[in-house]
Nanobody, 131 residues
Framework: QVQLVESGGGLVQPGGSLRLSCAAS????????IGWFRQAPGKEREGVSC????????YYEDSVKGRFTISRDNGKNTVYLQMNSLKPEDTAVYSC????WGLGCRTSDDLRRGGYEYDFWGQGTQVTVSS
């Protein structure tokens, strides 16, 4: 049984940093593309970043480029999202998801489809950026 668990969310002031973690069990993470998605109240879910299966190619939504960094530690079966220079508009519930076919992380355009290619999802972690 595949299980994804996010952690690392919280309250941070504008300009601050957080590192989110997505730990997996029941699956060998290195065989999956992994994506981070977020959903703010009243808004649709949007793709933030993803990392592909083998090459580890990374993609980012335009508003987070240069501020967020996705990485994976296959030995720990964990994917991270380092978030720097956080802004109030980054406030949302952040969820990680696993895509066994890699179709959700071939280009940056794949992030804009809301994650329908991803089969497994975590429960999400709240990120609040406020002074």
């Amino acid at each position: 049984q595949v299980q994804l668990v996010e952690s690392g969310g919280g309250l941070v002031q504008p300009g601050g940093s957080l590192r989110l973690s997505c730990a997996a069990s029941g699956v060998n993470f290195e065989h999956y593309a992994i994506g981070w998605f977020r959903q703010a109240p009243g808004k649709e879910r949007e793709g933030v970043s993803c990392i592909s299966i083998k090459a580890g190619t990374t993609y980012y939504e335009d508003s987070v480029k240069g501020r967020f960094t996705i990485s994976r530690d296959n030995g720990k079966n964990t994917v991270y999202l380092q978030m720097n220079s956080l802004k109030p508009e980054d406030t949302a519930v952040y969820s990680c998801a696993a895509d066994p076919w890699g179709l959700g992380c071939r280009t940056s355009d794949d992030l804009r489809r809301g994650g329908y290619e991803y089969d497994f999802w975590g429960q999400g972690t709240q990120v609040t950026v406020s002074s």
